[in-house]
């Protein structure tokens, strides 16, 4: 791979003729690229890097400097500035970056944004018991809702160190950026700040379904039992956990805070239902990427069964009977919800479903454009609790 530059002015080329003339017994030196990100960058058509290839550039950045190139002025400057910087810094943003990639972001932001519409929504229901002192009980529920993401995430990539090495090669434990040692200190950590926030704060009930989800989560990956090998049991886990667990735990909590017994209202009973089917729908969907992994470790999946293709119309069916059923309930239960918001919303996002299914079938099902088929559901499910609070 050659660096092109766009054509230098005449006065450029005077100049250089002179050098030329002058020393013409030097050598020649070919400006060679440091790093192959270089190119994976210039020539990728896609605007934002996907989490593969933003592992991959800084991979290849870190073994650039071992390549036998010709040292051009741009990259000893660089190298300058890299070794005048502080070791241990380094090695502490490396750590927080592999601890991040160890939470999977796009699960924390499903549970931040999903406990909060459900606070926003009983707080909107009860806006005569809104007290200040109470945010700092927030809080501390929505990290402690963090912390079991965290241990469920993370107990997950550390017993399928081997199937990530082929499906998600940019995890921490799987890139070799964080130690099966400090991954265990991690999910502990997680379990045991997590578990204390919620007996210190929300009661027996409440404490009793976090460490309902917990061991969900523990006995989805943990072997000998490791349900995730089993479908059915692994769709109704984390369906279980991210959907009736999550709204149900968060909506009792909020209202056990305000003084409130527990009764369900429409609208929370609607996202309850519309996200317990949701998180089935991710449940089958999120195998689709991993295909190749699961068949080289005999992990049995519906998309390794039935194939991609048919998963993705499976997964894509279920959400178009969600948003036709939220439209439904619009029109039959004015009373209950916005029609003004409900219908258009729900059709808007039904359709943009339709549009990236036909996305994917021109796309031929190529791993990349799974990929990207499986970030947007994961999109439509964050687009559905930002309009949660106003329905």
Known sequence: ME?????PSSLGI??????RNTSSHQPKIPIKPTSKSFDLFFKSSKPFPSSTEIYSLKRSSKLAPNRHYRRNPIWACSQAGAAGSDPILNKISDFKDACWRFLRPHTIRGTALGSTALV?????ENTNLIKWSLVLKAFSGLFALICG?????GINQIYDIGIDKVNKPYLPIAAGDLSVQSAWLLVIFFAVAGVLIVVLNFGPFITSLYCLGLFLGTIYSVPPLRFKRFPVIAFLIIATVRGFLLNFGVYHATRAALGLPFEWSSPVAF?????TLFALVIAITKDLPDVEGDRKYNISTLAT??????????GSGLLLVNYVGAVLAAIYMPQDFSRSLMIP???????SLVFQMWILEQANYTKEAISGFYRFIWNL???EYIIFPFI
């Open 271 to 275: 996202i309850t239902t519309f996200v």
């Open 120 to 124: 926003a929504r009983a707080l909107i």
């Open 14 to 19: 005077s100049a250089l003729n002179t050098h």
């Open 149 to 153: 993401n965290g241990y469920i995430v």
């Open 3 to 7: 660096l092109s530059f766009s054509p």
């Open 305 to 314: 069964k039935l194939g991609v293709r048919n998963i993705a119309f499976l």
């Open 381 to 383: 499910f964050y687009a």
């Open 345 to 351: 919303a729900h059709t808007i996002l039904a359709l």
